[in-house]
């Protein structure tokens, strides 16, 4: 394999494993060795994280709460803390910096570091990541490659507390006989069209002809899957991510009926999202909402102001204008609101995540 020192770029993946239960547990010691499940409590509420306990009775991110409870009844549920998790996701971050130059973090427990024109990258990964174990108490999982999408892939080869570095013969050798869909952004419908092809890994989505999959995908998405198979990616790292919108959103025990009955989570949740943008200094210039009935269909409206605004009177007051305009024609599971084209204060790097995921 070609040292890493001497590839044009080389990029490394460093993906905290089980954040959010890794937190959990330093605060509660006695939890370790057990199943143990971090999900809200409303009837409609799904995994945030599981432990890797958890993880062989099938309970994983996105899992129905419920559905969870029934795998395993005997994991030990948590109620999310995304405040703490915020705080213990800046200090792995500040470590990241601390040792790298250029970091583009990509959520609370996930960053990308340049390594380009290190004489010893390797060396330099392994002591970052003894510092973040010895100083905030937590594992992560590397990988390091020569491009973003093989380093992402590399970092999940061997979780939890994997160091997987390929270069892109190596990657091709590794990668070539698994499924298309451990490529991000090959996703179980695009894996059953691909299998429709008699495409089902990731070498034969490298091999296949051009033409084919244009026939298939499109111009366009044609020929990005088969650079994907081909673990091709010219993606440089990005410091400076803006976010483009930022929302609110809740998912209701029991569904609403009536504008009327809408009013009170309407206003709660554009609150919460003018607070947190307010404390950011950030703004943006489209107000929507996001409507999901009872059936499951979803249904967006939003409308752009003639200036950007953070202020939570106008915010509510187009929302409500919306939602009225729309008038809800079954009962509503879900509610958002969104605020979008946010300036330039409003960065990825203080993204908020929702606090509860709900189905």
């Known amino acids: 394999m070609i040292p890493p020192a001497q590839w044009p770029r080389c990029y490394a993946l460093v993906d ?8 959990e547990l330093l605060r509660r010691p006695e939890l370790r060795g057990l199943p143990v499940v971090v999900a809200g409590s409303g009837p409609r509420a799904v995994v945030t994280t599981a432990s890797y306990e958890a993880r062989r009775y099938g309970v994983h991110s996105a899992t129905p709460a419920s559905r969870a409870r029934r795998l395993c009844p005997q994991a030990v549920f948590v109620a999310p803390d ?26 609370l427990d ?32 590397v990988g390091i490659g020569p491009n973003k999408l093989i380093a992402k892939v590399a970092s999940d080869l061997e979780k939890p507390n994997g160091f997987v570095l390929l270069d892109q013969a190596a990657a091709r050798d590794r990668f070539g006989p698994l499924s298309a869909g451990v ?10 069209r691909l299998g429709a092809l008699r495409i089902e890994t990731v070498a034969q989505l490298g091999d296949a002809e051009e033409e084919r999959l ?20 010219r993606r440089e790292l990005d410091t400076a991510r803006l976010r483009k919108s930022e929302s609110r959103e809740t998912t209701f025990d029991r569904d609403l009926r009536g504008v009327e009955a809408l009013d009170a989570p309407l206003r709660d949740l554009a609150r919460r999202l003018c607070d947190d943008m307010g404390a950011r ?6 107000i929507g909402i996001k409507v999901r009935l009872d059936d499951f269909s979803t249904h967006t409206r939003a409308r752009t102001l003639p200036s950007p605004t953070a202020d939570y009177v106008l915010v509510l007051q187009v929302a409500r204008e919306l939602l009225l305009a729309f008038d809800p024609p079954r009962p509503v599971r879900l509610l958002g609101v969104r605020v979008a084209g946010l300036d330039q204060q409003g960065q990825a790097l203080n993204a908020r995540p929702q606090l509860e995921l709900t189905i």
């Not at 905290?16 to 937190?23: E, I, K, L, Q, T």
């Not at 490529?183 to 059953?192: C, E, W």
């Not at 244009?214 to 091709?232: K, T, V, Y």
């Open 16 to 23: 905290m494993d089980a954040f959010y239960v890794s937190v």
């Open 82 to 107: 995304f405040d703490h998790y915020r705080s213990c996701s800046a200090r792995v971050m500040g470590l990241l910096r601390d040792h790298f130059e250029i970091v583009e973090v990509m959520s």
């Open 110 to 141: 996930e960053a990308y570091v340049d390594l380009s024109g290190l004489e010893r990258p390797r060396a330099s990964v392994k002591r970052a990541r003894a510092e973040i174990l010895s100083t905030c108490g937590l594992n992560c999982s």
């Open 183 to 192: 490529i991000p952004g090959v996703g179980p419908k695009t894996v059953q």
């Open 214 to 233: 244009i026939a298939a995908f499109g111009p366009r998405l044609g020929p990005h899957l088969r650079a994907l198979g081909r673990l091709e990616d």
């Open 281 to 286: 200094g950030a703004r943006g210039q489209t």
